[in-house]
């Protein structure tokens, strides 16, 4: 691979890492710069699939104390989140290419959107009455259904799965934003993980990229944790929006 193009692509996911750590929504980084790259979506998707994974290890093993008074609960709702990713992951091998192509722009932009609007669909998404995340049985309802679905979403399109799953903790009753943090993190990494399973079966990896992108991405993600108190997580965010804006504009003109 030519040498602009891994520091590229490290700059990319280092930044990616940073982001994911302050604000989320790295993988709308990373995403656009591996479609540049020449990556199928199918290609890149998968291959963003692995950094993201690997981004959320670090944060998984911080969230042990919080999970770990409702461990019977998360693990049902680890259970559900490995069957819909899985789904989710066979879904995206299963979209003709043709299609992927021309919706992976439009997918880019909604994800970009969703985190846009992510305050407010949370505050939509919020119950009245506050969830006891120790009654388990609650999952084989509505609750859990959704669970599934939301697996499946992040599965398929890992950009979308962050604001997905907090909307659906809050609409589950869970308004601790801390614990709702740490489920998204422990269960968006049985998800990921689930999808990028089904990834490598399926030969859809590209792993002369995904090495750099762990690297950076792993290296981001601790460098966003030291820089957690000296960045403003609001221009950070509207840097995210604007990188997600112009490479949806750039997709989506007509050559």
């Known amino acids: 691979m030519d040498p602009l193009h891994v520091a590229l692509l490290f700059a990319a996911s280092l930044a990616a890492g940073i982001v994911n750590s302050l604000a989320g929504g790295g993988s709308l980084v990373t995403l656009p710069v591996l479609l540049g790259l020449g990556l199928s979506p199918l290609s890149a998707n998968a291959t963003n699939a692995v950094a993201a994974w690997s981004g959320l290890v ?14 019977r609960s ?10 819909g990713g899985a789904l989710g992951g066979a879904l995206m091998l299963a979209t003709p290419r043709p299609l992927l192509e021309a919706a ?48 499946m979403l992040t599965g398929y399109f890992n950009p979308a799965g962050g604001v997905a799953m907090v909307a659906a903790f809050q609409g589950f009753g869970v308004s601790d934003l801390r614990l709702a943090n740490a489920l998204k993190i422990v269960l968006g990494m049985a998800m990921t993980g689930a999808s990028v399973v089904v990834f490598v079966a399926a030969d859809a990896v590209v792993w002369i990229h995904a090495p750099i992108m762990i690297a950076g991405t792993v290296l981001g993600g601790w460098l966003g944790a030291a820089l957690a108190l000296r960045l403003d997580r609001r221009w950070l965010r509207g840097a995210v929006l604007a990188w997600g804006g112009v490479v949806s504009a750039a ?3 007509p050559a």
């Open 58 to 71: 670090g944060g998984a093993l911080r969230s042990r104390e919080t999970l770990a008074p409702h461990l």
């Open 104 to 151: 992976m722009p439009w997918m880019i932009l909604v994800a970009t959107l969703a985190f846009l609007f992510a305050p407010y669909i949370r505050e939509l998404a919020a119950a009245g009455a506050e969830w006891n995340l120790d009654r388990t049985a609650d999952l084989a309802g509505w609750r859990g259904g959704i669970h599934v679905l939301v697996s």
């Open 74 to 83: 998360v693990a049902v709702m680890a259970v559900l989140s490995i069957l």
């Open 251 to 253: 997709f989506l003109m």
